[in-house]
Each structure stands twice: as structure tokens, then as C-alpha cells.
């Protein structure tokens, strides 16, 4: 019993050690996507691959202009935390130097992997903002305004109307995303759009999706690119993909068949759980199925 005890209070000890340690990835918790922010600014990663081989410190700090002695300390956090890793010279004179990794390569500003745009958008000021006020939206039971609403005065798509710039950031992130998850779709079920002569894709961002989508789809003699105006108004032009402005909630463009990517999630519970029960009863629709593909999302499709 006594020495049951004793290993108990030793178990205890441990914990407590462990805990003390464990608390100080809270107090500086906020320093990973600080710095890895800092890293998609200053083109680390970009620099690295256009330099084509491991670069030295004094190479990368010439190359994106930055005093070596600072950059020196967000590679070695950067490495400690897997993202570039550090070559060793064969030779015992010779300096070390970085290269990339497949999780550097998701930094690169233009890369059909690049997530850099997604986490210049959610490390951004605007973004972050309404995370400083989440305990004061758990307290109020449901009752206030969402949390970026509460924070900026208005909802994310009226502060990106008036907000230029936050508007080209949530298009990048909006695209980055279609570029990783629209190949894997088609290399999985591409069929599911066998058919099908006019879609629309409702909340389409800047049209990367849809052209994605029709390129591949060489029957598809008509894509809609829907969004709200101030969306479209600067998306890009594309080859069977016509750009409208609109409203979602007050009307959808007729086609053959309809895409909703990462835009039923932009609302609560209640208001995305309504919006697919309309789509997938009350529209018409009598079942559905879920197809895991080769990224985060799955594909839901819904039949008449």
C-alpha cells in the first residue's frame, strides 16, 4: 500500500514537472504562425526553390535582403519545427545551408500546393481579430452577433465589399483551396459530371474552381461563375466560364447542375443546417451520397 502511495505522489511529481513545461507552448503559442507568416513575407521559400539547391545563410539573407543574424533565428525555429530542414557540409569549413521540404513547398507563393495564401488570409489582423473575443461569445449563450460581426460592425462579405484588399485576400485563400482539392475530385469521380452541358457554381470565388472543372470536362459547354458582385467584379476571365454577380439567398442561375464548395460552413449551425436541408430535400433531391477523395473535403452529391 505505502509503496503503491509513493509511486502514486511520484506519478503526481512527474505530471506537475511535465505541466510547467507543457504551459510555456501557451504563453508563446502565437509564435509559430508568427513565424511562418514572417517566412511567406520575406519568400523564404520561394527564394530556396528558385536558388535550385541548398542555400547558405548569407545566400538566403542576400537574396530576400534581410540581416542574416535575424533570419538566422526564424530558420532555426523554422527547422525545429520541420518546415525547412538543414543540410550539413561534407566538408567541416564549409557553412550549412537550408533546403526545402514538402511542408516548405506549401509556402511557395505560386505552387499548385501553396496553402500561402490560405495563412496570409487566417494570420491576418482582420482574421484574428474575433479569436480575441471568444470567451465573451461562449458567455453569451447565443445571443450576440457572430464573432466577426461583433468585432468589425458588419459581417466578413460586407467588410470585404468595402475592403478591397481583405476581399483579394479571401479570394487567393478561396483559390489555393480549389487548386489542391478540384484535381483531387476529378481524378476521383469525374464521372458524376458525365452529362452535364451547364453548371454553376455557386459562391465561386474568383472562377479558379469552375475553369478548373471545365477544362477538364471538355462536354461542359457552359460554367457559372456565381458570386457576390464585388467578387466577380474582379474575377478572371476563362474559357466557357461566364462570371455573374448575385445573391444566394435570393436566387441561383439555372443549369443542369450546381456546386456549393466551402461556402456552407461560412454560417452557424442552425442557418447551414437549414441551407442543406433545403438543398437536399426540399429542392427535389431524394438521396445523396459522400465520396472521399484525395483531400480534406469529400463530395456530396445529390440526386433527384
Not at 126 to 138: E, I
Not at 241 to 250: I, R, S, T
Not at 277 to 293: D, N, W
Request: net charge negative; hydrophobic share 40%.
Amino acid at each position: 500500500m505505502e509503496h503503491t502511495q509513493r509511486q502514486l505522489t511520484l506519478l503526481e511529481k512527474e505530471e506537475e514537472e511535465q505541466a510547467k513545461v507543457e504551459v510555456w507552448k501557451y504563453v508563446f503559442g502565437f509564435s509559430k504562425i508568427a513565424v511562418v507568416k514572417c517566412a511567406i513575407e520575406l519568400g523564404i521559400a520561394d527564394a530556396i526553390e528558385s536558388h535550385g539547391s541548398p542555400i547558405s545563410l548569407l545566400e538566403l539573407s542576400a537574396t530576400i535582403k534581410c540581416d542574416p543574424s535575424s533570419l538566422y533565428r526564424i530558420m532555426r525555429f523554422l527547422i525545429h519545427h520541420h518546415i525547412f530542414k538543414e543540410i550539413h557540409p561534407k566538408i567541416k569549413l564549409d557553412p550549412k545551408s537550408y533546403a526545402q521540404t514538402p511542408l516548405s513547398r506549401c509556402l511557395l507563393k505560386s505552387s499548385k500546393n501553396s496553402m500561402a495564401a490560405f495563412i496570409m488570409l487566417e494570420s491576418s489582423p482582420v482574421m484574428l481579430a474575433p479569436w480575441h473575443g471568444l470567451s465573451a461569445r461562449v458567455q453569451a449563450n447565443g445571443t450576440s452577433s457572430p464573432a466577426f460581426e461583433a468585432v468589425h460592425g458588419e459581417d466578413v462579405w460586407s467588410f470585404a465589399a468595402a475592403n478591397p484588399g481583405h476581399s483579394e485576400l479571401i479570394n487567393e485563400a478561396m483559390a489555393c483551396d480549389a487548386r489542391l482539392s478540384l484535381p483531387a475530385l476529378i481524378e476521383s469521380c469525374l464521372e458524376v459530371f458525365n452529362g452535364i452541358e451547364t453548371i454553376v457554381d455557386v459562391g465561386g470565388g474568383d472562377g479558379t474552381s469552375l475553369s478548373l472543372l471545365v477544362k477538364a470536362c471538355p462536354w461542359i459547354a457552359r460554367g457559372i461563375n456565381f458570386d457576390l458582385p464585388h467578387v466577380v467584379c474582379v474575377a478572371k476571365e476563362s474559357e466557357r466560364v461566364e462570371n455573374v454577380g448575385g445573391d444566394m439567398f435570393d436566387s441561383i442561375p439555372k443549369a443542369d447542375a450546381a456546386i456549393i464548395k466551402s461556402v456552407l460552413h461560412d454560417w452557424g449551425d442552425e442557418e447551414t443546417l437549414k441551407e442543406w436541408g433545403y438543398v437536399l430535400t426540399e429542392a427535389g433531391f431524394s438521396r445523396h451520397s459522400v465520396t472521399p477523395i484525395n483531400a480534406v473535403q469529400s463530395v456530396i452529391q445529390a440526386f433527384p
